[in-house]
């Protein structure tokens, strides 16, 4: 009986920290919210009883940031109104994130709507967030009549990972072999370790069995695993530090564990040439994805191997490469399940 009151006790004071954190983590996300809603851009469109903002958050970005958009509409009463579908017009840019404060009421009684995005670019160079369709009809016309309002594009500029010290870049020398020196195995003390090892595996097995109803398996698409991947590589800033070969080991990774995932075929423990071997019965690609994916890893390889030094154009179309192959072939009926990676990666978060 004390046990099961002492295990109440511990569950009411776990469900109101949780609304504590709740309540808090809501109040400070507004906050946050607010301070970024800063503009750069801000148009403005006009016709008949509706107006229009369009508002952009930068002009210029990094290749690893991304760009606000908001989009607001003020509409008079009396009319109905069909706002854009910004995931079908967009080309260059991905939407990472995305909010809607609903509809509101003004001073003026008008019907306004606010719709803020987080937009993230593919490739870098100059490209425009395109121009969006408003259609709207009065709501006591029998006949249905749509008037249309379209906005302008706006153009985003996305600067190179390389930045202004690409022409420094250097590359290290592979290091010389190491003969790796031999241990001495007792053998009462491997079958002890032994016999640890399998009764701690045993326990951890019964226990997982135990656990299996109540853990929630978590899946992913093989192209959101890679892009967060590559958005932590640029992160590190490994190319402005001269550690290129790292760089391309890392991407090399990324690229064959998102073939893995995306068309079962197991690249990641493959030896380029054993891949491609099997990437010519591959059904999945055509011919040009599969010639540009031969192409990608040798490069890799020349760089890994070979004391090949490339070039600041070589490296940035490198990683556009990458990018517009996932984009290309990305997929959201094959998912992979991440569960046993969370779990990871809060057990070390809980660590440090």
């Given at each position: 009986?004390?046990?099961?009151?002492?295990q109440?006790?511990l569950?009411?004071?776990?469900?109101?920290?949780?609304?504590?954190?709740?309540?808090?983590?809501?109040?400070?996300k507004?906050?946050?919210?607010?301070?970024?809603?800063?503009?750069?851009?801000?148009?403005?469109?006009?016709?008949?009883?509706?107006?229009?903002?369009?508002r952009?958050?930068?002009?210029?970005?990094?290749?690893?940031?991304?760009?606000?958009?908001?989009?607001?509409?003020?509409?008079?009463?009396?009319?109905?109104?069909?706002?854009?579908?910004?995931?079908?017009?967009?080309?260059n840019f991905?939407?990472?994130?995305?909010?809607?404060?609903?509809?509101r009421?003004?001073?003026?009684?008008?019907?306004?709507?606010?719709?803020?995005?987080?937009?993230?670019?593919?490739?870098?160079?100059?490209?425009?967030?395109?121009?969006?369709?408003?259609?709207?009809?009065?709501?006591?016309?029998?006949?249905?009549?749509?008037?249309?309002?379209?906005?302008?594009?706006?153009?985003?500029?996305?600067?190179?990972?390389?930045?202004?010290?690409?022409?420094?870049?250097?590359?290290?020398?592979?290091?010389?072999?190491?003969?790796?020196?031999?241990?001495?195995?007792?053998?009462?003390?491997?079958?002890?370790?032994?016999?640890?090892?399998?009764?701690?595996?045993g326990?951890?097995?019964?226990?997982?069995?135990?656990?299996?109803?109540?853990?929630?398996?978590?899946?992913?698409?093989?192209?959101?695993i890679?892009y967060?991947?590559?958005?932590?590589?640029?992160?590190?800033d490994?190319?402005?530090?001269?550690?290129?070969?790292?760089?391309?080991e890392?991407?090399?990774d990324?690229?064959?564990?998102y073939?893995?995932?995306?068309?079962?075929?197991?690249?990641?423990?493959?030896?380029?040439?054993?891949?491609?071997?099997?990437?010519r019965?591959?059904?999945?690609?055509?011919a040009?994805?599969?010639?540009?994916?031969?192409?990608?890893l040798?490069?890799?390889?020349?760089?890994?191997?070979?004391?090949?030094?490339?070039?600041?154009?070589?490296?940035?179309?490198?990683?556009d490469?990458?990018?517009?192959?996932?984009?290309?072939?990305?997929?959201?009926?094959?998912?992979?399940?991440?569960?046993?990676?969370?779990?990871?990666?809060?057990?070390?978060?809980?660590?440090?």
């Open positions: 009986m004390t046990k099961r009151i002492v109440k006790i569950l009411t004071a776990v469900i109101c920290c949780s609304f504590v954190c709740f309540f808090a983590g809501c109040g400070k507004e906050k946050v919210y607010a301070e970024k809603a800063k503009f750069e851009i801000d148009k403005v469109y006009e016709r008949g009883p509706l107006t229009v903002h369009i952009v958050s930068k002009a210029k970005i990094n290749i690893a940031d991304t760009v606000l958009l908001e989009i607001e509409s003020a509409m008079k009463p009396g009319y109905k109104l069909q706002m854009p579908k910004v995931d079908n017009v967009l080309e991905g939407i990472v994130d995305w909010r809607s404060t609903g509809d009421l003004d001073e003026q009684n008008n019907i306004t709507s606010k719709y803020q995005y987080r937009l993230e670019p593919f490739l870098s160079g100059k490209f425009s967030i395109p121009a969006f369709k408003f259609e709207f009809a009065d709501a006591n016309d029998v006949q249905g009549k749509k008037y249309e309002l379209d906005t302008e594009p706006i153009d985003i500029e996305v600067a190179s990972l390389l930045g202004e010290q690409r022409e420094k870049l250097v590359i290290a020398d592979i290091e010389d072999v190491v003969e790796i020196p031999r241990k001495l195995f007792y053998w009462w003390l491997f079958g002890a370790l032994t016999g640890f090892i399998a009764v701690f595996v326990g951890w097995i019964y226990l997982q069995r135990r656990r299996a109803e109540e853990i929630i398996r978590i899946f992913k698409p093989a192209h959101e890679a967060d991947r590559l958005r932590e590589l640029v992160k590190q490994l190319v402005k530090q001269g550690r290129i070969k790292e760089f391309y890392r991407i090399s990324i690229l064959r564990h073939i893995e995932h995306r068309f079962s075929l197991r690249a990641p423990e493959r030896t380029t040439e054993e891949f491609l071997v099997e990437l019965f591959a059904n999945d690609l055509s040009a994805d599969k010639n540009s994916l031969g192409e990608f040798e490069h890799c390889d020349m760089v890994k191997f070979a004391r090949y030094n490339p070039t600041t154009e070589q490296i940035q179309r490198t990683f490469l990458m990018k517009e192959f996932i984009e290309k072939t990305k997929s959201d009926e094959r998912k992979v399940d991440i569960t046993n990676n969370l779990n990871r990666k809060a057990v070390e978060a809980g660590k440090t």
